[in-house]
């Protein structure tokens, strides 16, 4: 919606009041902080706070205020000049409906008039974050984010099965009180994002082709997954499945498909709708003759042979030789 007047962030928000959700996201239009969004919400969900900011260090701020935190609170806001390393706003909040409260006469700034009065009553919830920050508010912010950006957007990332990876593999699964999640797969998908990893599923759904189940059905679970996940702060970027089979699959489901792994298709179908930096992606199966899928295209592949997940995905992120295939 548009502003008849400058109204600042703060007196923006009051007008939009009626269309905020009770826990909301703003991130101003002048920067740019590469950071997992759905940590910051649950880190404010998790807390008696009544807005959480996403701080950035700085070794020597300039231009920028300096915040001061305790713990996991902020405390106050100092001056912008001071030197030495410092923390700084990063431009990216989660913020509670009862936090518009304190926000008075119009023009009114989140910045300057709302977030110090949440310091001194210690609701306002401090996380910082070491991922990449671009100022775009000036000429040369905004001629090195044109290059940073495209830089970001070439993300490594983590291909995951999900039956035997995910989730433990029953057979066949399409219905949520089916579905058992892997000891701390939970975490591992939140660990990914928190470190800029694309994480995407590449699965083959045979109980689609024989009839188990539908597709409507395979997507209603996997939306359930991804609710699953948001309550911990994770995402998956993308969803890729393959629903036919060779030899079982009925009507339009039995083909022989390049989808379907070994097949490379699921892969390639990720590589042409994102940017994806090949060179520090792993592929994670629980079946040998899968790993095949992503091997070909030079893609680091991995058998994962049960137990933590998290642990799994630790050990390959940190891998310092490459190989293309490997097993874990």
């Not at 807390?47 to 609170?73: D, H, I, K, N, Q």
């Not at 029953?170 to 990914?192: C, P, S």
């Not at 082709?209 to 997954?225: K, Q």
Request: a positive charge; hydrophobic letters at 40%; one cysteine or more.
């Amino acid at each position: 919606m548009a502003e008849g007047e400058d109204v600042g962030t703060a007196g923006a928000l009051a007008l939009a009041s009626d269309r905020l959700d009770d826990v909301f996201l703003v991130l101003n239009g002048h920067s740019l902080f590469d950071i997992n969004y759905l940590d910051l919400g649950v880190a404010l969900r998790r807390s008696p706070g009544l807005a959480a900011v996403a701080f950035r260090t700085c070794p020597e701020p300039g231009r920028y205020e300096r915040a001061y935190l305790r713990g996991r609170w902020v405390v106050s806001f100092g001056e912008k000049w001071e030197r030495g390393r410092a923390v700084i706003n990063g431009g990216v909040y989660a913020i509670r409906r009862e936090a518009l409260a304190y926000i008075g006469k119009s023009p009114a700034s989140l910045e300057h008039d709302v977030f110090p009065v949440l310091a001194e009553k210690r609701s306002l919830l401090g996380r910082v974050y070491s991922r990449p920050f671009v100022d775009i508010g000036t000429p040369e912010g905004l001629a090195k984010a044109a290059q940073a950006a495209v830089r970001w957007m070439k993300k490594p990332a983590a291909f995951l099965d999900r039956d035997g990876v995910l989730n433990a593999n029953a057979g066949y699964i399409h219905r949520r009180e089916d579905f058992v999640w892997v000891r701390d797969a939970q975490r591992a998908v939140k660990w990914l994002n928190d470190r800029g990893y694309l994480v995407f599923v590449v699965t083959n759904q045979g109980g689609i082709a024989r009839g188990y189940y539908t597709e409507e059905d395979f997507a209603g679970l996997m939306n359930w997954v991804g609710g699953e996940l948001a309550k911990c702060g994770a995402h998956l970027d993308a969803v890729y499945y393959c629903p036919h089979h060779p030899t079982e699959g009925r009507g339009e489901y039995l083909r022989v498909c390049e989808c379907r792994k070994p097949g490379s298709g699921l892969f390639n179908r990720a590589l042409s709708e994102w940017k994806v930096d090949v060179r520090r992606s792993f592929f994670i199966d629980d079946t040998p003759a899968n790993l095949d899928a992503g091997a070909r295209l030079g893609i680091r592949s991995y058998l994962f042979r049960g137990g933590s997940l998290l642990s799994c995905v630790r050990l390959l992120a940190n891998v310092k030789q490459r190989p293309t295939t490997g097993k874990y």
